[in-house]
């Protein structure tokens, strides 16, 4: 059973390009949710998601982020007009629906965004 | 491959027992180690380590560092009923992180 998989792994974009991240949960995982790393802190949640919905956004900025778990595919974290500030880690948990929301979470490896 | 292991998987507990949580890892370019609380919502960050035998300390909870065993404990004293979760571990590399599978814990009245 393979484990939450992100790609990519490491994305370089310019200033004003759009960043796509990728997660695909692990099997049998219906919960998917994105969090920031902070700098020498920890991780901000950003999003949870459930399958073609959105459960809980309230850590997603207004802005130019927006994140999507299709019924189909992976659940994409999408950065519109990328800036220097956006650059960071981005990793994706996901949990089992019988665990119920928010406890039992599953990380991936994590999205290095790098943005020149 | 970095990887992060945390044991026990699960254990449970009576109030006011103390309970100690172990990490151990085996990573390439090692930055610092994290523990968080992993309850109804994101993880509660509790504590960073990045040096080595020098305890960090809040309320009940203490945590140390070993770098020349790869390994971290957790230590939670007097434990109440509250301190039931998951407490996940995870290792800061150069350009990298990488998550234990956390312990569950299950603290009985």
């Known amino acids: 059973n393979a484990g939450v998989m992100q790609n990519p792994r490491h994305l370089v974009r310019r200033r004003g390009q759009e960043a796509r991240l990728r997660c695909s949960p692990m099997?049998?995982?219906?919960?998917v949710y994105w969090y920031r790393q902070l700098p020498e802190e920890g991780l901000k949640f950003m999003v949870y998601l459930q399958k073609e919905n959105i459960i809980d956004e309230s850590g997603m900025p207004k802005e130019r982020f927006s994140a999507e778990f299709p019924k189909e595919g992976p659940s994409i974290l999408r950065i519109q007009q990328v800036v220097r500030g956006d650059s960071a880690a981005y990793f994706c948990?996901?949990?089992?629906?019988?665990?119920?929301?928010?406890?039992?979470?599953?990380f991936g490896p994590g999205t290095r965004l790098t943005v020149l | 491959e970095d990887k992060v292991v945390q044991s026990p998987l699960s254990l449970v507990v009576h109030e006011g027992d103390t309970v100690t949580l172990n990490c151990s890892y085996e990573v390439t370019n090692f930055r610092s180690l994290l523990w968080y609380k992993q309850e109804k919502k994101a993880p509660t960050f509790l504590f960073m380590l990045t040096s080595s035998g020098i305890e960090k300390k809040s309320g009940r909870l203490s945590s140390i560092l070993d770098k020349k065993e790869l390994s971290s404990i957790l230590n939670i004293t007097a434990t109440q009923t509250g301190d039931s979760a998951i407490y996940l571990c995870?290792?800061?590399?150069?350009?990298?992180?990488?998550f234990g599978a956390g312990t569950r814990l299950t603290v009985k009245p």
């Open positions: 948990a996901s949990s089992p629906p019988a665990g119920g929301p928010w406890y039992e979470q599953f």
């Open positions: 099997k049998g995982h219906s919960h």
């Open positions: 995870a290792v800061v590399l150069s350009s990298d992180m990488r």
